[in-house]
Structure formats: structure tokens, C-alpha cells
């Protein structure tokens, strides 16, 4: 299936390592341009080199803090400068910390909220009117399963989470007119070193080992496997593609069948 990417001009957060990696990946093999940030420089130059060793075509690296304003301008405006034009925006902030209510304190809440929901806003602010001139631009939200099912000891997620697809759905009605899609793509449990961080977390707190964790969420997803970045990174590619220019304002989950909710 030809995706019609061939040409396009991606912005993807936080690519390093993980979904943000495996996404970016997956456009260059479609032909897209790209422009990759995370806060290290020696992990974005990289990422961007074993991308050019795997795909070639154009890959620019920039270093900045998605939870920082001056940062986020920076990288869009580098992404301009190198190719004129972004026509398609994947907001990828990462994970926030694990905890309960009790254990999060004023500080935690506001990085959370900069990393997690703030930047999602300025990124789009930055990118919008440009593809509202052309008349075409996708804008895919990373979030996760939490943001339709929350999960337990991720007070900050389950609750941020929900907060960019309240944004995500009521600006997808905004801009559908202008050619621009806006959707969420929901991972579940990946293979990721998000996740490792996690199982870490909760084997200290339960005291078990990491592969009793591991066990326990393959049990309670259908499928009985974690998932792959890779098999991620396959649907957000089509959501970001000509090929779906019909689907906006959506939260869509790849999660091996784990969320139970019929919506």
C-alpha cells in the first residue's frame, strides 16, 4: 500500500529510543522526511544516524526540552529552516512518573503537565498555520491506554493523558475543513524503556521480580504478549498518510485487546 508519504516533512517527538524511535523510523521507510528531537544530543544524533544508515533520505537531529517554550520553538523553527515546510506533527512527550495521589507533590503535577499536555499545545500552535495554508497536515498525539482506561499507580498519566484527547477531539472539529486530521494513537504495554522503568517501579513496590510483572500484564492482555514498537509504529504511519484522510478526532489503541471499554 502506497501511503503517499513519499516527500512529506514529519516532526517527531522524543525519538531517541522507544515509540517516538519506531514511529520516526517508519515514516523515513515511507518516503517522509524528518525532523527528531529529545532532550540529549549525543542520543538524537544517533537515532538519526541509524535512520540514515537504514532509510537515507533527509534526517534532521535537534536537542531540546519539550517541557521548556524557547526549546519547542527552536526545533520547529530548525525543522523550517532545513525544509521549508512540517506537514506532519506526532507529539511524543514520554511517560510522567509513576505514584499514587499522596505521593506526588505540587512540583510533580506542573513538570508533568509542561511535558505532557503544554507541549502538545504549543507544538500545534507552532505548526497549524502552515498546514492550514496548504490545505493539509496530520497531527498525531502518542498518549496511551491510560487516557481511556486508567491504570493503577499512573495518577499523573491517567489524568494528563485525558486532558490531550479532550484537546485533540475538540480541534480535530476546528481544522477538519482546512485538511488537517488530529488523532491519538494509545499504546499499550510495549516493549519500550518506558516500560522497563516501570516494571522496575512496581517490582520494588510489590517486591517481586520484573519477569512476575511482565507475566501478570501478558495475563491480563488477549493476546498474552507485550507489544512491539514496531507494530505501533505500523498504525501511526497509516494515521499520518494520504491514505487516511478520512479520519480525524479519534483515539485508537495498540494495546493487544487490553482496554474493555466498547468505546
Known sequence: MNLGLNNKIALVCAASQGLGFAVADELAAEGASLIICSRSDANISKAADAIRDRR??????????????????????????????IDILVTNGGGPPAGNFDSLDAAAWETATRVVLTSV????????????????????????????????????????????????????????????????????????????????????????????????????????????PTEFAALAAFLVSERASYITGSSIAVDGGWIKSLF
Open 121 to 228: 499545545l504549543y507544538l500545534t500552535r507552532l505548526v497549524l498555520p502552515g498546514m492550514k495554508e496548504r490545505g493539509w497536515g496530520r497531527i498525531l498525539n502518542i498518549t496511551s491506554i491510560a487516557s481511556k482506561q486508567p491504570v493503577e499507580n499512573l495518577m499523573l498519566s491517567n489524568s494528563l493523558r485525558a486532558a490531550v484527547t479532550g484537546f485533540a477531539k475538540t480541534l480535530a472539529g476546528e481544522v477538519a475543513a482546512d485538511g488537517i486530521t488530529v488523532n491519538n494513537i494509545l499504546p499499550g504495554y510495549t516493549r519500550t524503556e518506558r516500560l522497563e522503568e516501570l516494571i522496575d517501579f512496581l517490582a520494588e513496590k510489590e517486591s517481586l521480580t520484573a519477569d512476575e510483572i511482565k507475566a501478570r500484564w501478558s495475563s491480563e492482555i488477549p493476546m498474552r504478549r507485550l507489544g512491539e
Open 56 to 85: 537515507g533520505g533527509g534526517v534532521l537531529a535537534v536537542a531540546g526540552d519539550l517541557s521548556v517554550a524557547a526549546d519547542i520553538e527552536r526545533i520547529v523553527a530548525a525543522g523550517i529552516e532545513k525544509f521549508g515546510r
